[in-house]
């Protein structure tokens, strides 16, 4: 009864390399995220997709490329690896994207540690 | 954007009571989240304020005054279970984004 869903859980790759992390969700939202969490624990918006449609991208390097095959999935593919992209990934949903007559909370996956070396 | 402030650490003591504030300023507030983390896990819905007050769910309550762009999250009878880390995320309407930004987190520690 898995809520939302990442593969893989840990990711080790070289410097240069081309990687995806894939995220699914069976709560029927409507609203997916990708966040970045570095190792000051500091979670950062990167991707939101709302019914399929990036409604959020914010300044994030395009070697990063989102994509929402259908409501329930939304993948991150990453060109080019840095030694900077080293990084715990979360993906998220929640129903909504606004606060209006429902908390819209976020519901977070199990995260995906990418080491780039 | 926003601007989002909590304390780093904190450390409390089995048993007590504890307050993390937050403070933060935005141009079109839309809700203020509160979620725990611990180690190596992921982010978890504790608490949600839109409007003003105290909202109270068992041993944690959390408060928002709108007019002085702050929160705070009361944790209870801590626990040994309770130390994590505790974010507060603001939800801004600004843009029509509606996405929540989140804060450093303040990492609590709970000692015997």
């Known amino acids: 009864d898995t809520a939302v869903s990442q593969t893989p859980k840990y990711l080790v790759t070289q410097m240069g390399n081309d990687k995806s992390i894939k995220c699914e969700q069976n709560?029927?939202?409507?609203?997916m995220y990708w966040y970045k969490q570095d190792s000051k624990k500091f979670l950062k918006i990167m991707f939101s997709y709302n019914n399929k449609e990036l409604i959020i991208n914010e300044t994030v390097p395009n070697r990063f490329s989102p994509k929402s095959p259908d409501k329930a999935h939304l993948n991150l593919h990453i060109n080019s690896l840095e030694l900077g992209d080293s990084a715990v990934y979360f993906c998220?949903?929640?129903?909504?994207?606004?606060?209006?007559?429902?908390?819209?909370?976020?519901?977070f996956g199990p995260g995906t540690r990418l080491t780039v070396l | 954007g926003q601007n989002i402030d909590q304390p780093t650490e904190m450390t409390a003591t089995e048993g007590a009571i504890v307050q993390i504030n937050c403070t933060y300023q935005t141009s079109g507030f839309n809700g203020l989240f509160w979620y725990q983390q611990h180690a190596g896990e992921a982010p978890t819905f504790l608490s949600y304020n839109v409007l003003d007050g105290l909202e109270e769910k068992g041993r944690f309550s959390s408060f928002l005054s709108r007019s002085k762009g702050y929160s705070y999250l009361l944790l209870k009878e801590l626990q040994m279970k309770d130390s994590a880390s505790y974010l507060c995320a603001v939800r801004d309407r600004a843009g029509g984004s509606y996405i929540p930004t989140f804060g450093r987190g303040t990492s609590l520690i709970v000692h015997p």
């Open positions: 998220a949903s929640s129903q909504g994207i606004s606060g209006l007559g429902s908390y819209n909370e976020q519901f």
């Open positions: 709560l029927g939202h409507d609203t």
